[in-house]
């Protein structure tokens, strides 16, 4: 027992006396100069420590630094790369000796780092790094990784880093980007169990700003392989003439796991919310190969995608754009750096003024191929299924698609699609194609499809058929004032047909349609390039012609009338064949005549 305490008293004496020889003998200060030559010697930068350096021995082992500046190569602007107003690092001396780790106080005040970018392409890491050190930094950080796992505790009483500045400039572009940490803290961390961090940040971009903040709990393993955060909150707002009303403000609450062992990355959206969207999910991460594999599953609310497009430039910016981008083939060798698959579902999305409902998407990009396997949504009553795959393998992106709509109200789809008030009805449409290039006009040119389409119970607006057959035929009766005040609506039962579209031409042989009062077949053309419509179709009259009230007039029965559709999309032209009216009333008379002639002929002959 006498020895313990002997040999107790030994080492206390040993250091308080090495504290004592330390703090009165040894100044830190003696070796500044030192290190400010061994500084400039090696990097050729020049360093200042304004503070005197002071440190502590027992029962902490500390540094306190202060008024530190490194310079930035000559010529750059701002002067300094680094300016440090104060870091102090205190580690409790005794459990050292027993392979622990227990830091009483990490602090970092008032640090500014300034990285220049000269027109050149000059840095301000030039000449701080070599090849020799990378590779001495690889084994060291090997060495480090061996002894951090044989850690027996690793415990902090506090992290501080207050007022630190990044300001990263680039002379060629004349612009500068600020991100500001104004404060982050870590409360008592120990390994294996869960310690409160807080953090606020700002940034200053060019075209907007940001402001950030958060918080949670954060646990690292003992055997520091695995580090979970949870309870992870954060708050962001940004502000930016680009943003939807300029400002964009987001809340979201998140769980992190991360695996260092196996490389993996989970997070566990529990909320979010931006812009009136909701949304939850998860998103794993997967990087252990040289691609990192990304997997999403997230659920959406209602998304309006028109509401977060910026406005639309004045009609000089936005000629000028439109310009530039149909002449400039995407770049799309970004996906070939993209290991991705994405599981979808949403409320509702809105595009384009278009409304779809319960969407279900899956898709993935792998190897340069996007692939999107299935999209589902409810569309204007009725469904719509997507499957489609993008090739950007090659500096000409190919595409190819499979598209049905069934059930779909077509009227009100037409119109807030593209402003066309044509034709209602249910539709039914499907369509498969493949093109490449992604340039607006090449689409139209390079798209081969072919497909068919259905409508039942609708009409077609802008025409009334058998009113414009009855006008025209009572004005070749001589009735030239004869006009009618009826709607522009042609009803149907059904309305079918086939297409094929190449060179931006649909080609549509066989349109059929079938009303109570006539039958109307034929075939044309649609230019998706110019709009332009050119159609001639064969209209039979099968019923009677006559409006409400009117006397039946079936003289046109049986007669192939011409009609033709021309125009646009926007607006058609609808025009009727009067000769045909007129040959067709002709032949009438005559088969009547003859009939009469016949007739008489038999009574004469006693038959």
Avoid: C
């Amino acid at each position: 027992m006498k020895l313990v305490k002997w040999l107790l008293a030994i080492m206390l004496t040993l250091v308080v006396g090495i504290t004592v020889y330390l703090t009165m003998f040894f100044d830190l200060n003696d070796f500044k100069p030192q290190i400010v030559d061994a500084v400039k010697k090696k990097t050729g930068r020049d360093l200042h420590i304004t503070d005197d350096l002071s440190w502590s021995v027992f029962p902490s082992l500390g540094i306190k630094l202060g008024g530190i500046t490194l310079s930035n190569p000559e010529n750059f602007t701002p002067a300094s790369m680094l300016d440090v107003n104060e870091a102090v690092a205190n580690v409790a001396l005794m459990p050292l000796f027993s392979q622990q780790i227990e830091v009483d106080l990490l602090k970092l005040d008032g640090l500014t780092l300034n990285l220049v970018t000269q027109k050149n392409g000059k840095t301000s890491f030039d000449g701080l790094m070599d090849d020799s050190s990378t590779a001495e930094t690889h084994v060291d950080s090997q060495t480090s990784d061996a002894k951090a796992n044989s850690l027996q505790t690793l415990d902090i009483g506090g992290i501080s880093i207050t007022n630190s500045t990044v300001n990263v400039i680039d002379v060629a572009s004349n612009t500068t980007q600020t991100f500001s940490l104004k404060s982050f803290t870590l409360e008592q961390f120990s390994l294996g169990k869960l310690a409160d961090f807080a953090y606020e940040f700002s940034a200053t971009l060019p075209d907007m700003s940001l402001v950030s903040s958060g918080k949670g709990q954060v646990q690292v393993a003992q055997d520091l392989n695995n580090v979970t955060i949870t309870d992870f909150t954060m708050s962001h707002q940004a502000n930016g003439d680009s943003l939807p009303n300029k400002t964009l403000t987001t809340e979201m609450t998140a769980q992190v796991a991360m695996a260092l062992e196996t490389k993996t990355i989970e997070l566990q959206l529990t909320k979010l919310s931006a812009l009136d969207i909701a949304a939850a999910g998860d998103v794993k991460v997967n990087y252990a190969n040289k691609i990192p594999k990304v997997a999403m599953n997230l659920a959406l609310g209602d998304i309006d995608v028109d509401a977060l497009l910026p406005k639309e430039a004045t009609s000089e910016e936005a000629t000028t754009e439109v310009a530039t981008v149909s002449n400039t083939e995407p770049d799309l060798s970004a996906l070939s750096a993209i290991d991705l698959t994405v599981k979808l579902t949403a409320k509702s999305i809105k595009v384009n003024n278009m409304l779809t409902q319960n969407w279900l998407m899956d898709m993935a990009i792998s190897k340069g191929v996007l692939t999107l396997s299935q999209l589902t949504a409810d569309l204007y009553q009725g469904k719509l299924a997507l499957s489609a795959k993008l090739d950007g393998r090659k500096s000409l992106p190919s595409y190819q698609f499979d598209k049905k709509l069934t059930g779909v109200n077509i009227r009100p789809l037409l119109m807030d699609a593209a402003e066309i008030d044509l034709l209602s009805g249910l539709a039914s449409f499907e369509v498969k194609g493949s093109g490449a290039s992604l340039i607006p006009d090449n689409v139209k040119k390079n798209l081969d499809a072919v497909g068919k389409f259905e409508v039942s119970d609708g009409s077609l607006y802008g025409v009334n058929i058998p009113q414009m057959i009855r006008s025209a035929q009572q004005k070749l009766q001589g009735n030239l004032s004869a006009d009618s005040k009826e709607e522009l609506k042609t009803d149907f039962t059904s309305l079918t047909g086939s297409f094929t579209l190449k060179d931006a031409v649909v080609t549509n042989p066989d349109l059929a349609m079938a009303a109570p009062l006539i039958r109307l077949k034929g075939k044309g053309t649609a230019n998706i390039a110019s709009e332009a419509l050119d159609y001639t179709l064969t209209t039979s009259v099968v019923g009677s012609l006559a409006g409400q009230g009117g006397e039946i007039d079936e003289s046109l029965k049986g007669v192939d009338i011409p009609l033709t559709i021309k125009g646009t999309f926007q607006a058609p032209k609808f025009g009727l064949d009067t000769k045909a009216l007129l040959e067709g009333q002709f032949k009438d008379e005559a088969d009547k005549a003859k009939e009469k002639l016949k007739d008489s002929l038999l009574k004469k002959l006693g038959v």
